[in-house]
């Protein structure tokens, strides 16, 4: 059991990949606490056996009460995202583009930043990013733009953070709930048109994330680096 007895903490860890991420940590021995905010999913994470708190990661004062209350970790993985930005750019609403920036890159950074003081020295960060960085296709324009800008920080922010290791992961499509503001049908087809032409002909699994995310926290040479899991999407 390669993490028995460390703490490890994912915040938006109540369900996609987070929560396969989770489950992965607990099999291997690992003290897991995860963070969000829908009551029914922080509940039913909670009947797992997981260690779940509601956190609003957008707000700072929130962040530094949590960590001096709950930390410190050995693990640091954070999936925090939102489903807005996607859509062609002559008609994105910009107000919108700007909640998902909120919701996801600087959720993610004041996520990061409240957390270093209560690391532990060697612990290992993980951030959850996107394929859509890389796409570079119509209608994903936004959603680029939010990924993106927190891959271009990894490699910087990896030498200025050297106490620490900081990585991120890029999925590509990945059947998880974040799909789930499409009708069934639409997000059937919507996974057949990304997946069409690239080698795997299929939606990722969160658990085939989760595995890349826990190789990542459980290798002490892997730091600065962006890791596309995307089926060859990008």
Sequence with gaps: MKFRGQRVLIAGGTSGIGLATARCFR?????????????????????????????????????????????????????L??????????????????????????????TLQAALPHLTKGASITVITAG??????PGISGLAA???????????????LASFRLNAVSPGVVDTPWWDFLPAGNK????????????SHRPAQPEEVADVIEFLAGNSYMTGKVVGVDGGLA
Excluded: C, Y
């Design 27 to 79: 099999k291997e021995g690992a003290h897991v606490t995860v963070t969000g905010m829908n009551p029914e999913r922080l509940a039913a994470a909670q009947e797992e056996g997981l260690n779940a708190q509601a956190l609003d990661s957008r707000d700072r004062k929130a962040l530094d009460k949590f960590f001096a209350n709950h930390g410190p970790f050995d693990h640091l993985i954070i999936g």
């Design 81 to 110: 995202g939102g489903s807005k930005g996607m859509g062609e750019f002559s008609g994105m609403s910009l107000d919108t583009l700007k909640e998902g920036f909120e919701e996801k890159f600087w959720a993610q950074l004041e």
């Design 132 to 137: 859509s960085a890389r796409m570079k296709a």
């Design 146 to 160: 939010i990924n993106g800008a927190m891959e271009l920080m990894v490699p910087g922010l990896s030498k200025e």
């Design 188 to 199: 059937r087809d919507m996974f057949a048109q990304f997946t069409a032409d690239i080698p």
